[in-house]
């Protein structure tokens, strides 16, 4: 077998992926408004994707022609463009499906030529008192490097103003930024529709309003187009520059970066296709793509519900974890047991409680964090100036690397150090992705020490619709260990040790060789063995060609990837023990969760790492053992049940055709809805167990 059929191109795995997201779009069980969300979501994907991996594709054919090495590259850019078109035909296709299910719905989103007569003067209104104001061309002449311009987070508006036979061009930028991108439209007498338009059209409604005046013309045109960036960027390396200084000059190079695709409204005139082409410099290796009326679809991931509340998931109360609850403060109810919490599901209020009581509690000594993304108005922060206030020792170690928060972690890092927190920025090319904080507290004459290891990061935004998991944790062997990482960040040259803690880039990979190793030797000896894998992105060859090995040697396998799988299932010989499936529904799964068998006596990791090369020897990343018993098993149970999902599972396989998986006799299984009543269970029991045991003391 040719070595590349053992693997899946990354980028292509990750089109797969997004292409899963496009499903939830399609199914029509789905709710209808998150429907249109899910188009925002595919969108806000596609956006990412060309300034991240079509960028990087982009970069290796410049780099290749530069040493004169192989067109596989290209050959992998052809694929890209290929899948890329498929998927934007069906996007297409299906916004206006559920423009007419909206439609049937009563909710319409309608164009500046679908308007009566009495929406149009609202409109003119609404565009001079709201609009106006956040509205100026960009006219393209010689003396104007659009490059310098435009932005790539935003639509433009590309006018053509005719005169004659000449014709000049303009652009307007789409003020998303300063205001709602869909607009309600007052009620008509006597109908109750709900009417709603977007900001384009709007302005298209109106462009004349905008040019009269200023302009002598017959005619004005308007087409949408967008553009998007390479994402990347490279750091000076002068020894005088300050990472934050570094930073800063990096965002201001990806602001002028190169483009790598430019969208264009289909009915675009040749020539000023050609003159935008020209001015964005964009090169034969850009995908250059006709499209509908409207860029910037990812706005559409907080598209209103104007209609019924069955149009939208019910929200999910979110559960209150019992032993936090019942405890006079957070650290008694660590001190009593290990606790696992998994958002969701779990209120992320525990935690921001935890830093809140931290930030005052007289017997502790110090705080150390580190955020990598962090909410708008992070509580977390607040808590971290709120203890920096009261005297406490407090580190905050803030990634600046951080893909599209740099910019916020920068003032964040600003706002931090005007309050006396000391702040760590680490050292460029090593990202620092783990999600820990240690609270040190004086009780008595000893010093005691209570960690969070998560597999997501503190930011109460994220934790509403991410589902990560949070171990909170005052034994010393993990507490010392954490302690220990701290250290390592603030000096990553000095030797270190961890037995307890799988820690990036120093063990990562020699442990998960270990435990794979192990499970080979127990199938050897026919003992128990088996792995379950739970993470975002498997991509990294030798830890699949690890995975391959233990299939060969007769270890059960089950992945559960929700996005890029470079592993294939099923090769003859090569992956036959080795299942994969990926579950998208409400919320983005995000855990990264393995579990070793272990002869009879498995081992159960939490981590912030994806099992990808950089996650594994260029990041800072911890995984961590659950040693709770209780624990162990609820995450296993959370594992089997995802396992089992009959609804919302896709079958991973070499084709990426993306089959939902088969349900056969079996019963619906939404492991997202199973995982909630799961664990709502699973704290009750608790409180009645609890409730039992004080009757009984009572009674004696």
């Known amino acids: 077998m040719n070595t590349n059929d053992l693997y899946i191109e990354k980028e292509l795995s990750w089109l797969s992926f997004n ?49 004169g090495g192989g067109d596989q590259a290209k050959q992998l850019l052809s694929k890209i463009q290929s899948r890329v078109l498929k998927l934007n035909q069906d996007f297409d296709t ?42 100026t061309p960009i006219l393209l002449t010689d003396d104007v490097d659009i490059l310098q311009v435009l932005k790539d987070e935003y639509s433009y508006l590309a006018v053509a103003i005719n005169r004659g036979d000449e014709t000049h061009y303009a652009l307007i930028e789409i003020p998303t930024d300063q205001l709602p991108r869909f607009v309600q439209l007052p009620k008509t ?6 009417t709603l338009i977007l900001l384009d059209n709007i302005i298209r409604l109106c462009i004349d309003d905008l040019f009269n005046g200023f302009f002598e013309y017959d005619a004005l045109a308007v087409y ?65 793509i006709p499209g509908g009326r409207y860029h910037n679809f990812k706005d559409f991931i907080g598209f209103p519900n104007v209609g019924r509340s069955y149009l939208e998931n019910k929200e999910l109360t979110p559960i209150e974890s019992y032993h936090f609850k019942s405890a006079r403060n957070a650290f008694d109810a660590i001190k009593a047991q290990d606790i696992l919490l998994y958002y969701p599901y779990h209120t992320f209020n525990h935690m921001t409680e935890l830093v809140r009581q931290a930030s005052y509690d007289p017997k502790v000594r110090s705080i150390k964090i580190n955020i990598y993304r ?76 209570y960690a969070h290891l998560g597999t ?19 034994d010393k062997s993990i507490t010392d260990e954490v302690k220990q990482v701290f250290g390592y960040i603030a000096n990553p040259y ?67 990837i929700r996005g890029m799988c470079s592993l294939v299932p099923g090769i003859k010989g090569i992956s036959d023990n080795i299942t994969a499936i990926s579950i998208i529904d409400r919320f983005l799964e995000h855990p990264r969760v393995a579990v070793f068998e272990n002869n009879g006596d498995p081992d159960v990791y ?44 896709r079958v991973i396989d070499e084709g990426m055709h993306n089959h939902y998986v088969p349900r056969g006799n079996r019963r619906k299984i939404r492991s997202q809805t199973a995982i909630y009543d799961y664990l709502k269970h699973s704290e009750k029991r608790l409180k009645k167990h609890a409730e039992r045991a004080e009757r009984h003391d009572d009674r004696n």
């Open 189 to 194: 007498k006597g109908k109750r529709h709900k």
């Open 19 to 67: 292409e899963r997201v496009l499903q939830e779009a399609a199914d029509k069980s789905v709710p209808l408004i998150e429907r249109v969300r899910f188009l925002g979501i595919f969108s806000s994907n596609t956006d990412e994707f060309y300034k991240v991996r079509f960028a990087d594709v982009k970069r290796q054919i410049l780099i290749n022609e530069e040493q």
């Open 456 to 474: 997501g990061n503190f930011n109460e935004k994220t934790a509403r619709i991410y589902t990560d998991f949070s171990l909170l944790t005052c």
């Open 494 to 560: 000095r030797p270190v040790n961890f037995e307890q803690l799988i820690v990036s880039p120093r063990n990562s990979r020699s442990r998960l060789y270990e435990l794979i190793d192990r499970e080979i030797a127990h199938a050897k000896q026919n003992l128990p063995s088996g792995i379950t894998l739970k993470v975002n992105n498997l991509v990294d060859r030798g830890l699949i060609n690890m995975l391959y090995q233990a299939s060969n040697n007769g270890v059960k396998i089950k992945l559960i």
């Open 606 to 649: 939490i981590s912030s790492a994806d099992w990808m090369s950089r996650n594994i020897d260029n990041r800072i990343e911890v995984g961590c053992p659950i040693k709770s018993p209780t624990l162990k098993q609820r995450i296993i149970d959370i594992l089997n049940i995802q396992l089992c999902d009959t609804v919302k599972a």
């Open 374 to 449: 962090v909410a708008k108005n992070s509580r977390i922060i607040d808590s971290m100036i709120d203890a920096a206030n009261n005297g406490k020792n407090v580190t905050v170690v803030v990634e600046l690397q951080a893909r599209f928060d740099e910019e916020a972690n920068i003032e964040w890092a600003r706002r931090l150090t005007e309050a006396g927190v000391n702040v760590i920025f680490g050292v460029p090319g090593l990202k620092i992705h783990s999600k820990l904080c240690l609270i040190t507290r004086k009780e008595g004459n000893e010093l005691v020490r």
């Open 94 to 135: 299906l916004y206006n499906e559920i423009l007419l299910e909206m439609a049937r719905r009563h909710i319409f989103l309608v164009n500046e030529l679908q308007l009566e007569d009495s929406q149009k003067a609202w409109l003119k209104h609404y565009f001079q008192q709201t609009i106006l104001p956040h509205v």
């Open 224 to 288: 949408a187009m967008k553009m998007t960036r390479d994402a990347e960027y490279d750091l000076s390396q002068e020894v005088e520059h300050s990472l934050l200084e570094q930073m800063s000059e990096g965002l201001n190079q990806r602001l002028t970066a190169m483009p790598v695709r430019f969208v264009y409204q289909r009915d675009m005139p040749g020539e000023m296709i050609n003159v935008l082409c020209d001015k964005l410099k964009v090169s034969s290796y850009d995908s250059v």
